[in-house]
């Protein structure tokens, strides 16, 4: 089994920066494209941000410039740098990860549960 864990969100005000982490764990091989997607209240899921395993990056318009996407592959940890944030940003922040298993060598995709941010005005 593969777990992803979110932290770092919460309450920020407009303008302000967030950074959050995403912790695999469990029957992991290899992992290779790692994202990070949101879903606002009322809203369908997007996609923010992707790494893959050799560090090349791809962002929404609508966070690039404020938002960096990073991974420490050797402890397998994702991490999204947040800054000038805005109400629009508000949502539940989920990553995602391309994942190798060791026991079995299955690929597949595997989801964390997600962490809120919220920013106020």
């Known amino acids: 089994q593969v777990r992803l864990v979110e932290s770092g969100g919460g309450l920020v005000q407009a303008g302000g920066s967030l950074r959050l982490v995403c912790a695999p764990s469990?029957?992991?091989?290899?992992?290779?494209?790692m994202r990070w997607h949101r879903q606002a209240p009322g809203k369908q899921r997007e996609w923010v941000a992707d790494?893959?395993?050799?560090?090349?990056?791809n962002y929404a318009d609508s966070v690039k410039g404020r938002f960096t996407i990073s991974r420490d592959n050797a402890k397998n940890t994702l991490y999204l740098q947040m800054n000038s944030l805005n109400v629009e940003d508000t949502a539940v922040y989920y990553c995602?990860?391309?994942?190798?298993?060791?026991?079995?060598?299955?690929?597949?995709?595997?989801w964390g549960q997600g962490t809120q941010v919220t920013v106020s005005s």
């Open positions: 995602s990860a391309d994942v190798i298993r060791r026991t079995s060598y299955a690929r597949g995709e595997v």
């Open positions: 790494i893959t395993n050799v560090g090349s990056t």
């Open positions: 469990g029957d992991i091989f290899s992992i290779y494209t």
